[in-house]
């Protein structure tokens, strides 16, 4: 017998204990909410009062499990609404926003940018992932943006103009790198907003002047009254110098202000002269009251507080950060000084507490066993007692079993009649006795394995017509993951 007859004869079309990354769990996805770990409602809390949570727990515990949960819960929930829908973003991907730190800092050791890591550029990195999609949808140059609503550009042109500069203030500090200052323009258009800097005007008017100051000169050389064209002259002379002196201030606060955005947004990659080439589509007092030209937070929370007043124009009221695999990036490798350092500049309870954010930060256990070592001043920085924080995220072996239940039903043939765990075994072996092994395992992914293992022994030593795994099977298997623990 091979392992799809033995699991068919359960009424199982594959196997559920197969897949070890919640990544690549199929069934995982076909379990639906039947894998939910107890805490998931207190994690995910309620949509219409978006919250923070703080999960810790070690590899294998079902963080990334959580987190694709949380999606699927997202879009559940959003499908049901017409208003007050929730954007759900992923913000994962450590190693391009290490990557861009360290290439702008031009530091040859990415490991030394995680020591500079800020909230700013945490918040950089996931409105860059955010507002070129949704200048996408808005351009019409692509469907894959997060927002699939329709005549989004349609709602977007209805909206107040203060609505529309804000999503054109987003575009111009975080849109596309090569294609942002074209796409300013466009977008521009496209939201029919008008305005500019001013410098192209001064600049025409300054050398329109010039040419008219020449003209007038040279006339005053073989006509009269030659006081009285000189003076034309002179005045038009004056009006040029008048609006160069105005195109060379022009130019000058636009580049401050170019400068500084590129010193102050890391994660985008993008040059001064980008930056100032989208600066010049708008009023240059504008620009210089809004953009974010430091690495400061208050900045920060204004292009946030900005992308939300967008988004609630398409009736999105809220935006949910996932926050998960901080241990996983190459710099990173596991290392806890090293995640520390990526993931307290998160830890900032005006950023947690931010209205209309849902901070879910799924972390490895080392971080929450470190963070308890902190002194007074880091716990009053980030009050965890508000967060909505799981110290551990820990598994029962009758937890565990119930998880058994459900991926077993997952790729039953007849879920209503699908088998339970202890089915697959003898029958001195018992769910007790199954509960108590998988106790011992403590997380779903080593359950999983162990499980796996169980099968796979039972293909290798069993007779071709054994229906069930012996116990001898299952206390061999169960001997051999212990001592694996433990050397663990």
């Given amino acids: 017998m091979n392992l799809s007859e033995f699991l068919g004869r359960h009424g199982l079309e594959s196997n559920p204990f197969a897949a070890e990354e919640a990544a690549q769990d199929p069934v995982l996805t076909q379990s639906a909410d039947a894998c939910r770990h107890p805490d998931f409602g207190k994690i995910f809390g309620e949509p219409t009062h978006p919250s923070p949570a703080i999960v810790f727990g070690e590899r294998g515990a079902g963080k990334t499990a959580l987190r694709l949960q949380m999606e699927s819960a997202y879009r559940a929930y959003n499908k049901e609404q017409s208003d007050n829908r929730v954007l759900v973003i992923g913000h994962d991907n450590f190693d391009a926003m290490i990557g861009r730190i360290a290439r702008h800092e031009r530091l040859k050791n990415q490991s030394a940018a995680l020591d500079s890591i800020t909230l700013s550029d945490h918040v950089d990195i996931v409105l860059h992932g955010i507002v070129p999609q949704l200048v996408d949808q808005l351009l019409g140059v692509s469907d894959r943006a997060p927002l699939q609503v329709g005549n989004f550009r349609k709602q977007l042109r209805k909206a107040p103009t203060l609505v529309r500069r804000e999503m054109l203030l987003l575009q111009m500090a975080y849109d596309h790198t090569p294609i942002a200052a074209k796409r300013t323009r466009q977008l521009k258009s496209a939201l029919g907003l008008g305005g500019s800097s001013g410098s192209k005007a001064a600049a025409n008017w300054s050398m329109a002047f010039a040419v008219f100051a020449l003209v007038i000169a040279g006339i005053s050389v073989v006509q009269e009254p030659k006081r009285a064209l000189l003076a034309l002259a002179a005045l038009l002379a004056a009006g040029s110098f008048v609006m160069g002196w105005s195109w060379l201030r022009c130019q000058t606060r636009v580049g401050i202000i170019a400068r500084g955005m590129h010193r102050g947004i890391r994660c985008v990659n993008r040059s001064p002269a980008s930056f100032r080439e989208s600066l010049h589509h708008i009023e240059i007092n504008i620009g210089s009251a809004s953009m974010p030209t430091d690495r400061g937070d208050d900045s920060r929370f204004a292009m946030l507080d900005r992308l939300l007043a967008v988004l609630r124009v398409v009736d999105y009221a809220c935006v949910a950060i996932l926050v998960d695999r901080v241990d996983e990036p190459t710099t990173v490798a596991g290392d806890v000084d090293h995640m520390r350092s990526l993931v307290v500049p998160l830890l900032s309870s005006r950023f947690l507490q931010h209205r209309g954010l849902a901070v879910k930060l799924l972390l490895p256990a080392e971080l929450g066993d470190l963070f308890n070592r902190e002194d007074g001043a880091f716990f009053r920085a980030a009050r965890m007692d508000k967060q909505n924080t799981v110290e551990r995220l820990r598994w029962s072996g009758s937890m565990l079993a119930k998880m058994c239940d459900a991926r077993i039903r997952a790729v039953s043939k007849r879920p209503a009649s699908a ?61 051999r993951n212990q001592v694996r623990a433990i050397k663990r």
């Fill in 419 to 479: 088998v339970p765990i202890e089915s697959l075994f003898d029958a001195n072996v018992g769910r007790a006795k199954i509960e108590e092994a998988l106790a011992g395992c403590a997380n779903p992914r080593e359950c999983c394995r162990m499980v796996y293992a169980m099968l796979q022994e039972h293909m290798a030593h069993s007779e071709a017509d054994a229906k069930t795994i012996s116990n001898a099977t299952f206390d061999l298997v169960r001997q």
